[in-house]
């Protein structure tokens, strides 16, 4: 059964650090795109970050640019989100998410179930 689990998530500061792991079972990430959503309390679905299968080249919106990076890593199955600098408004729900193919495009085709990340003092 192929699966997407999220975990690193919790409670952090303002302007803290954390680092989301996205592990896969049942697949191979290689032959995926591979993307982070999140969402906030009372807000909609926001994707945030996105790792191309194609070339490894990545994309961020804009209210995280400069301050989360997303990375994989084959051989562990398992994509990452370096967050730093962390804002009160970062908090929610993050997920991953993976597309079979070159490009983060949807639908996708696996979802996690999600990790809490809560940025408060």
């Known amino acids: 059964q192929p699966q997407l689990v999220e975990s690193g998530g919790g409670l952090v500061q303002p302007g803290g650090s954390l680092r989301l792991s996205c592990a896969a079972s049942?697949?191979?990430?290689?032959?995926?795109?591979i993307a982070w959503f999140r969402q906030a309390p009372g807000k909609e679905h926001e994707g945030i970050s996105c790792i191309m299968r194609s070339d490894g080249s990545t994309r961020n919106a804009d209210s995280v640019k400069g301050r989360f990076t997303i990375s994989r890593d084959n051989a562990k199955n398992t994509v990452y989100l370096q967050m730093n600098s962390l804002k009160p408004e970062d908090t929610g729900v993050y997920y991953c998410?993976?597309?079979?193919?070159?490009?983060?495009?949807?639908?996708?085709?696996?979802w996690g179930k999600g990790t809490l990340v809560t940025v408060s003092s």
């Open positions: 998410a993976a597309v079979l193919g070159p490009m983060c495009v949807i639908p996708y085709d696996y």
């Open positions: 049942g697949f191979t990430l290689d032959d995926y795109s």
